[in-house]
T-cell receptor
Framework: GQNIDQPTEMTATEGAIVQINCTYQ??????LFWYQQHAGEAPTFLSY??LDGLEEKGRFSSFLSRSKGYSYLLLKELQMKDSASYLC??????????WGAGTKLIIKP | DAGITQSPRHKVTETGTPVTLRCHQT?????MYWYRQDPGHGLRLIHY???????DKGEVSDGYSVSRSKTEDFLLTLESATSSQTSVYFC????????????FGPGTRLTVL
């Protein structure tokens, strides 16, 4: 079956670094997305990885290991506005997005 | 950001009544999607469209139908609403289905009593 697993909730401190992990099992693999979703709002795009390695974009970085079926989102210099849910989604062989349930990130001062 | 709107934003209805949700995009994207989002679940695909009058079922299509008569509009219909269809519904669009970002509308919160 197809499955995306990520932790339900994480807590971190303002100014710190946090890593949100995602493991996936999809029928075929055509890339992996990370989205951010603030409470009561729509998901917004953060990153896309299709090759192994780290993609850096400002304070946010995303890593992919296709052999391990594993990705992580790294958030540096955490700010209170980073409190949100982070959604991991894999693209399967039919080019459909398979979504994880999301990780709720709580930032404490 | 892509211009995607949804209407209504909130709706309360009774079991057994028909409900239509509308999604409108101004980006001329070919692909459009309807998802539902429930606590403890990821976004689940209901139906998607790959062009005018071209639609296909997603993971949780039972009880839902869609129509796309124009590139910019994608309608989701609940023929006879049930309490299990209480959810937040998101519409999204993209130019291509795989590597392209999906842009989401603001969502519709539907409550079926």
């Amino acid at each position: 079956g197809q499955n995306i697993d990520q932790p339900t909730e994480m807590t971190a401190t303002e100014g710190a670094i946090v890593q949100i992990n995602c493991t996936y099992q999809t029928s075929g693999f055509n890339g992996l997305f990370w989205y951010q979703q603030h409470a009561g709002e729509a998901p917004t795009f953060l990153s896309y990885n299709v090759l192994d390695g780290l993609e850096e974009k400002g304070r946010f970085s995303s890593f992919l290991s296709r052999s391990k079926g594993y990705s992580y989102l790294l958030l540096k210099e955490l700010q209170m506005k980073d409190s949100a849910s982070y959604l991991c989604a894999g693209i399967d062989s039919n080019y459909q997005l398979i979504w994880g349930a999301g990780t709720k990130l709580i930032i404490k001062p | 950001d892509a211009g995607i709107t949804q209407s209504p934003r909130h709706k309360v209805t009774e079991t057994g009544t028909p409900v239509t949700l509308r999604c409108h995009q101004t980006e001329n994207h070919r692909y459009m999607y309807w998802y539902r989002q429930d606590p403890g679940h990821g976004l689940r695909l209901i139906h998607y469209s790959y062009g005018v009058k071209d639609t296909d079922k997603g993971e949780v299509s039972d009880g839902y139908s869609v129509s796309r008569s124009k590139t910019e509009d994608f309608l989701l219909t609940l023929e006879s609403a049930t309490s299990s269809q209480t959810s937040v519904y998101f519409c999204a669009s993209s130019e291509v289905p795989d590597t392209d970002t999906q842009y989401f509308g603001p969502g519709t919160r539907l409550t079926v009593l």
